[in-house]
């Protein structure tokens, strides 16, 4: 599927919402991928609270624009990430609130020419059912889908592994790629799988099994290594093989580079590992 890659053919993007960068503000964050030799970002919720004032949205559309970088995913607010919340797609209590956080990163993206939105999924909440929930998040992606098509934008949604995420509602990848697909046959062209490899290697799956099975659905893609979200390639995981299942996938969009450099490995590791796995031309142009 035709997604955002730029014409540079220069594909990776640096996430810096893991630490040590997401303990520094996003202005330094976006410089030191800049220096690192990264042009493209994404990042988390990059506002304090769910519904950013003007000043708040003109401080990060000025730090991309002083630090000459490109904001091209981020994820919707996803509730209280430090005390545990992983989303509020799945929340029937929350609808209101998920449908003004949607709006708001919507509005931000086009601004910033932001073409992927991410939707957390959220944590198995125990006073509803899992049916109500997975309705719920079904009906909140539709109203996304819509609202994002018509400013050229795609909702993502994404598994993440039950062992750093206990409680997460979507642990699945062949679940979330079916919920894409259902969402695409009732219109929802806007939507796409948001696939991370360090969540699969971490539940002891393939990524590129994953890949092979689900590419029709991705328009996304992160890369850690394993063990410990660590910088790719520093790791156990061959990305010369996931790599080369994107390229059989015909995969033309972004890859995110969503690592915890905590470990040693920042920005300048990073830029090493993208000139070592170059992803190439799909023949395909991208958008």
Partial sequence: MSTTGPATGDRYA????????????????????????FSLVETWWPFPTPQPGKAQAEEVRAALADAGTRLVCM?????????????????PGRRRDCALS???AVEFASSVGCRLLNLPYGNRLPQYSREEQH?????????????????????????????????????????????VRRTRREGAAATGLLLDVYHLARMGQDPVDAIGRHGDALVHVQFADVPGRICPGTGGLDFTRVVEALRTARYDGLVGLEFDSRA??????????????PLGDTGRSAT
């Fill in 264 to 277: 040693g490995s920042g920005p300048s590791e990073a830029r090493s590992f993208v000139s070592r796995h």
């Fill in 75 to 91: 994820n919707i607010d996803a509730g209280d990430m430090a005390s545990g919340e992983r989303g509020i797609l799945s929340d």
């Fill in 102 to 104: 949607i709006t708001a």
């Fill in 135 to 179: 309705r719920t998040a079904h009906e909140n992606l539709l109203l996304a889908a819509e609202l994002a098509n018509g400013h050229g934008i795609s909702v993502l949604i994404e598994a993440l592994n039950p062992l750093d995420n206990p409680d997460y509602l979507l642990p699945d990848v062949d679940m979330a790629a079916g919920l």
């Fill in 14 to 37: 640096l996430n810096l919402s893991l630490p040590p960068l997401r303990g520094r503000p996003l202005g330094p964050r976006m410089e030191a991928a800049a220096v690192a030799g």
